[in-house]
């Protein structure tokens, strides 16, 4: 579906777009009707989960989905947009299209139907979700290793790093110190995919907790 733009500029704040979301999704028509269960905005992104029922309340039967056991069907949709000239808009999309951007939270994802095929663009796509989740939020002086050096625009590279900070206009803005040259570096997200843990900042605070976080906090055996 291509760009859709409101030139009334009645949707103006967050309060604004989520109405309109929330409206995006719900509507019925003589056989079916839908309703919004969940909706978050991620970025300019907004992800949402759709419930679809037959209003005669017999069982849905899609070719993407599993029916539910109340008969029901819950999709997920993605939701583009953007300002133009102050004017908001959207382009939206169902999972089994194929969008791109895929940074779902795993609560909405839970709400959504099972797939039929665990070959398709939707499975794909909620995959992606998931792998994005899974990245570490580090704290506080967290030692890293990523999964692979990565690439300065001085041409050097990096691959162990702490997670530190630096203030710019009074706020804390996240970057990492390098093990090697002390230098300075931010890091997007997706570079820490896949990293690992090598040292806690929470561990260091006592012993019990190093020992909790090298693996043996679970151990039952008696002194």
């Known amino acids: 579906m291509a760009w859709l733009f409101y030139t009334d500029r009645r949707v103006k704040t967050y ?5 309109e979301i929330a ?4 509507f019925e028509s003589d056989t079916r009707k839908t309703l919004l269960l969940k909706a978050c905005k991620v970025g300019s992104t907004w992800y949402a989960a759709a419930k679809v029922t037959n209003v005669d309340g017999s069982p849905v039967e899609d070719a993407t989905y599993v029916t539910d056991e109340d008969g029901s069907i819950t999709f997920g949709a993605v939701l583009l947009t953007r300002y133009d000239d102050g004017c908001w808009g959207y382009k939206d999309m169902e999972e089994a299209t194929g969008p791109v951007e895929s940074r779902a939270p795993l609560g909405l ?4 139907s099972e797939l039929k095929d665990s070959d398709s663009y939707a499975n794909a796509w909620r995959q992606r979700c998931r792998d994005w ?14 999964a692979s050096p990565v690439t300065l625009t001085d041409g050097s590279s990096c691959q162990i790093v702490t997670a530190t900070h630096y203030r710019r206009g009074g706020k804390k803005r996240r970057c990492y110190r390098i093990e090697e040259t002390g230098g300075l570096v931010r890091l997007s997200k997706a570079s ?7 040292s806690s900042a929470k561990g260091d605070a006592s012993p019990v907790l190093v ?7 679970s151990d039952d055996t008696p002194p």
């Open 211 to 217: 020992e909790f976080f090298a693996g043996r906090g």
């Open 133 to 146: 989740a899974a990245i570490p939020d580090y704290d506080e002086r967290d030692r890293i290793r990523l």
């Open 192 to 198: 820490l995919a896949g990293s690992e843990l090598l």
């Open 15 to 19: 309060a604004d777009e989520k109405a």
């Open 109 to 112: 994802l839970n709400l959504l």
């Open 23 to 26: 409206r995006l999704c719900t």
